[in-house]
């Protein structure tokens, strides 16, 4: 495997399920981000962690819950979404030297649909 | 606060047509970097370049090329000679600083720009 790479790429879950996305980088990056992607909406950044640390959270609801276990897997776990929770949520990764800002390379995405 | 605006929503062109994507910014930083990412209907968002603000000079890579004018605050960029598979959403982005509290590690997204390249 190289790259970032996401599982599953599409999850159909109802508003009472309790799933994970998952996001694995090959890239030997020390940061890692969850973005969402809505239709007809910007990428909006939901968390950044360095070094497994948490280091940004977006005002995402409680219901989106982040976890990095080592600088190589993030994951998000969901419960009780919404139907406006529906997107693709993508996942990134940067090197994370300190004095420059380094280039985010992304994973394909997982296309969520809440029912 | 930063703030990228890609005005164009979509553009469609022929094959073998050039097209311009505008891209203008706005940040109060001095030290800034800006990148263009390809998005095509797989949904990987795919890293074209990165520039930063202290590096003014266009580049070219293949059929892609980037006018960066910091006067204008805009960082264009051109496909020329289209091909089918350049059709996709591409998206301008800004990052601020590096270790600075509010814009560290943070992309600023524009909106996107559709291109539909036609045979």
């Known amino acids: 495997e190289t790259g970032v790479t996401q599982t599953p790429r599409h999850l159909v879950m109802g508003m009472t399920n309790k799933k994970s996305l998952k996001c694995e980088q090959h890239?030997?990056?020390?940061?890692m981000y969850w973005y969402k992607q809505s239709a007809k909406k910007p990428l909006e950044l939901m968390f950044v962690?360095?070094?497994?640390?948490?280091?940004e959270n977006n005002s995402v609801p409680s219901r989106f819950s982040p976890e990095c276990p080592n600088s190589s897997h993030l994951f998000l776990h969901l419960h009780t979404l919404q139907p406006e929770d529906s997107a693709l949520y993508l996942c990134a990764s940067s090197q994370d030297r300190g004095n420059i800002a380094d280039t985010q390379y992304f994973g394909p995405g997982t296309r969520l649909t809440v029912l | 606060a930063q703030k990228v605006t890609q005005a164009q929503t979509e553009i469609s062109v022929v094959e073998k047509e050039d097209v311009t994507l505008d891209c203008v910014y706005e940040?109060?930083?001095?030290?800034?970097?800006l990148f263009w990412y390809k998005q095509p209907p797989s949904g990987e968002l795919v890293f074209l370049i990165r520039r930063n603000s202290f590096d003014e000079q266009n580049e070219i890579s293949g059929r892609y090329s980037w006018n960066f004018q910091k006067s204008t605050s805009s960082f264009n960029f051109t496909i020329t000679a289209s091909q089918v598979v350049d059709s996709a959403v591409y998206f301008c982005?800004?990052?601020?600083?590096?270790?600075?509290?509010?814009?560290?590690?943070?992309?600023?997204f524009g909106a996107g720009t559709q291109v539909v390249v036609t045979p």
């Open positions: 962690y360095n070094f497994k640390e948490q280091t």
């Open positions: 982005a800004l990052s601020g600083p590096p270790r600075t509290t509010d814009s560290w590690g943070k992309l600023q």
């Open positions: 890239l030997g990056h020390n940061a």
């Open positions: 940040t109060r930083d001095t030290t800034y970097y």
